[in-house]
């Protein structure tokens, strides 16, 4: 990866009251080992003194673009190559704004554009600057452009609200780059994955279906992601508007059925099983074989249960890994750790519908992830970002059950 097997780390950091923090993250990345380079914008040194930072690095700090003696040797580029992993902490709000739409106007940013190597964000701002139309929208962009996020984490912020924007705490950062999660590419590298995603409609006639409100998007960013880390994936999905991600195998399927069907069929062959679709829980009994005439005021419809996909996977005396969702209108770690324990599950990750924000169709959504003995939480983030996530989080349980 580097110089002596150590992995060389760029740190860019930005002017965010959680600047104070980074001495200790830089602190942390060198006692475990990787080499740091800390570039600076103007805003950040009004935060944390670039003499402080080189003094826990080992290495002059760089912020100034157009140094001349710096530049003579085109620095920015030669900083761009020399990163293995670029890690942005904190990551402000202007700071994102101007990565997402690929300007180019200091050291920091221009290096960015320059670098080939795997980019880390760890926002940090205001919980109302987080959640605004503009903030989700440039963040899901430069996950569409295959940076990672980490976190933001919910909590009290130096400005008296409480809410998601703050940074993740450095020893969770320095962690996380330094067990490679930040590049993702191996992670699952050759592991065949098993997703089924979507909705399932349950025909009532040749017309008219009983179907949920789920849009695939989740479960087709994690299907991207889990291709981006080296996963063989195959998709087995209900009726969405959704192109196939890149190097991903997918199996069309209508109802529950049907879905039930292709997964039997496939799951012997799978380590990892993650059922991210929303399957009915019931079908009509009897379908209509012809339309049904509106010539009453009022009609029963019978309905029966369909087979659970995610029960049946998981009492398998040779289960995959196995991870679930739950979409909770309410106590939602509650009803998950039940449904977690009940199935017998290795992971399970559940979210609030029904909210003002998140949830089906929802172009971001918000995690809690659990597992027996264990949990993390996600927050509110753009589904491909929040994807990136939760696929690291799954790497990490997955290898460590496989180790055990």
Known sequence: MSEQGSPKILLGVSGGIAAYKTPELVRRLVAGGAAVQVVMTAAAASFVTPLTLQAVSGRPVRSDLLAP???????????????????????????????????????????????????TIAPAMNQQMWLHPATLANVHRLAQHGCRLLGP???????????????LEPADIAATMLAGVVDTERALAGVPVLLTAGPTREAIDPVRFVGNR????????????????????????????????????RVSVESAAEMHAAVMA????????IAAAAVADYRPAAPWPAKLKKDADHLTLALVRNADILA????????????????????IERHAREKLAR???????????????????ADD?????????GGKSLALMPKPALA??????IAERYATSASS
């Open 69 to 119: 003696e710096a530049e003579a040797g085109m620095d920015h580029i030669a900083l761009a190559r020399w990163a293995d992993a670029v890690l942005l902490a904190p990551a402000t709000a202007h700071l994102i704004a101007r990565l997402a739409h690929g300007l180019a106007d200091d050291l920091l940013t221009t290096l960015v554009l320059a670098t080939t190597a795997p980019v």
């Open 153 to 167: 984490a919910s909590g009290a912020q130096a400005c008296g609200d409480t809410g998601p924007g703050r940074m």
């Open 214 to 249: 789920s849009s695939g998007k989740m479960g087709y960013a994690l299907a991207a992601a889990l291709a981006r880390a080296g996963a063989r994936v195959t998709l087995i999905s209900g009726p969405v508007h959704l192109p196939c991600p890149a190097g991903v195998s």
């Open 266 to 273: 496939r799951v012997a062959d799978c380590a990892l099983f």
């Open 312 to 331: 049946e996977v998981a009492a398998r005396p040779d289960k995959p890994f196995t991870v679930g969702f739950a979409a909770e209108t309410e106590a």
């Open 343 to 361: 199935k017998g599950l290795d992971m399970i990750a559940a979210n609030r519908v029904g909210a003002a924000a998140g949830g089906f169709e």
């Open 365 to 373: 959504n918000a995690l809690t992830v659990l597992w027996p003995g």
């Open 388 to 393: 990136t996530a939760l696929v690291a989080l």
